[in-house]
């Protein structure tokens, strides 16, 4: 593999806030990255990690887009001019998909970077390799899992070997082989070629014995703390301080609120059901019996690709069964009739609520407030009284209060994902389908989000999360429910 010149980088007196917000996303950051070195940046949801990787990138867009303190320097010059230097993996690998085939996909940096035809293919292929992605190169790219759309937009930059590397939660959605497979994919790109890392992740296990640096930015504006990565979280008061932020250390779990462990009434029931992504594909799941209860946690898990999301989308009534038979029981239905895919939408939302894999696919509105107030006010149709009963006290444990005026779009990921959980919470459903709950969190959103759930579950709803987060699968004490790509099979509590 070729050797590309590491890029450094610095930041003097660095901020950038978002059109909107009167809160800088980050401020006041000096910051100076070595060509070559590899740095973890870590920090409480919402502290600008993402935000400082985009502007690495050069992507945060001009003056009408947000505004810019102070310096940022990439290679000598700006981000802007820098761009071919640098390689950047989202948050949200649907963000930067282009192209119909998994081949071409992974070509289209390199290609664009004129780098020469006989050597991209070889890259191409490579790439895929090291991340793990097993398929064929005409493979749809919009067939692709969650996971395996993030294994997909790590292969594009690295096929484009940048001298920096920007990842921005790259193992967010993927199973426990995959974060290990791709970690490893990452480190051995890096010893290849010597180029710069600066890593994001809620992971800090994963990354902290693979990189030299470890730099947590500070919500109110410059370094919390940056140096050796056993100094940093491990040491006593600069520990104690990162877990009082809310950062993921290794070996602290938060406190959260217990689960009662006793089910009550049946609400939904699947019996010998075949699921499929598309109308006319073929089934990616068979033979699931399933029945969810009231006051009941339920996980599924399994690897990237084996149908978990395509299972939760059919039990919501999003997706029409390919076979077998899905049910839904009176204390459920109330006169709705048997079958949520026939429901309408104001029958569907106070009965099976659904937080989507990617949150942004189920913004409508302009802001945050506007988007809490969407079901209880058009769907649901709820007096304004009812309406400010229900969202305020969700904003205020998800920490959305102070954001009732942002654009959805302009959050940062974890807040985007408390938003998507939010609007479905205001709705009040009987049962809540959650895919990936617990991305971007820090471990104090974490520790909220999961007691906010334990309350309702508690309360009587049913919650059923697609995830690879065992903490939290074992913090809910959820019943699980095993994929593998063929079947589905409900194993004891966790």
Excluded at 105 to 120: C, H, K, T, Y
Excluded at 147 to 174: S, Y
Excluded at 356 to 363: I, S
């Amino acid at each position: 593999m070729a050797s590309p010149n590491p890029v450094s980088v610095t930041a003097r007196g660095w901020g950038w806030r978002h059109p909107g917000r009167s809160r800088w996303a980050v401020r006041d950051l000096d910051l100076i990255v070595e060509a070559g070195e590899r740095v973890l940046l870590l920090g409480a949801s919402g502290a600008g990690k993402s935000t400082l990787l985009h502007g690495l990138a050069g992507v945060l867009g001009g003056h009408d887009e947000g505004e810019q303190a102070g310096e940022l320097i990439v290679d000598g010059v700006s981000p802007a001019a820098a761009r071919g230097r640098s390689g950047l993996v989202l948050q949200d690998p649907d963000t930067q998909l282009v192209l119909a085939r998994v081949g071409d996909e992974v070509a289209f940096g390199a290609e664009n970077l004129a780098v020469p035809r006989m050597d991209i293919w070889p890259r191409v292929q490579q790439a895929l390799d090291g991340v793990g992605l097993d398929v064929p190169l005409s493979h749809p790219t919009t067939a692709l899992s969650g996971g395996q759309k993030q294994r997909l937009a790590l292969a594009a930059v690295l096929a484009m070997q940048p001298g920096l590397l920007l990842l921005d939660e790259p193992t967010a959605n993927l199973d426990p082989d995959g974060v290990v497979e791709v970690r490893d994919a990452v480190v051995r790109v890096l010893d290849q070629t010597s180029a710069t890392l600066v890593v994001v992740e809620h992971r800090v296990d994963v990354w902290a014995d693979v990189v030299d640096r470890v730099v947590v930015l500070d919500p109110d504006g410059g370094i919390l703390a940056d140096g050796d990565p056993a100094a940093v979280l491990r040491s006593g008061a600069t520990r104690a301080r990162l877990i009082e932020e809310g950062v993921w250390v290794p070996g602290h779990r938060p406190e959260t609120r217990a689960v009662s462990t006793s089910s009550g009434t049946d609400l939904l029931r699947a019996s010998n059901l075949a699921v499929a992504r598309i109308k006319r594909g073929p089934a990616v799941l068979d033979g699931v019996d399933l029945t969810l209860r009231g006051g009941e946690a339920v996980s599924v898990l399994g690897p990237n690709g084996a149908g978990k999301s395509t299972l939760a989308l059919t039990l919501a009534g999003l997706l029409r069964p390919r076979s077998g038979s899905l049910d839904a029981l009176e204390p459920l239905a109330r006169g709705a009739g048997a079958k949520p895919f026939g429901w309408k939408s104001a029958q569907l939302v106070s009965r099976i609520g659904t937080v989507f894999q990617e949150p942004e696919h189920q913004f409508l509105t302009n802001t945050v407030l506007e988007e809490l107030e969407f079901g209880p006010r058009r769907v649901a149709r709820h007096s304004e009284e009812e309406i400010r009963r229900r969202i305020d006290p969700i904003a205020e444990r998800l920490r959305l209060t102070g954001l009732l005026k942002a654009n959805p779009f302009t959050l940062s990921g974890g807040e985007k994902r408390r938003l998507s959980v939010a609007t479905m919470l205001a709705t009040n459903p009987d049962i809540l389908i959650l895919d990936e709950p617990t991305f971007g969190q820090d471990a104090n959103t974490w520790a909220e989000l999961v007691t906010l759930l334990a309350d309702l579950i508690n309360g009587g709803a049913c919650v059923v999360s697609v995830t690879h987060d065992r903490e939290y699968t074992s913090a809910l004490g959820s019943r699980v429910v095993a994929v593998d790509g063929a079947s589905a099979s409900v194993e004891a509590v966790a």
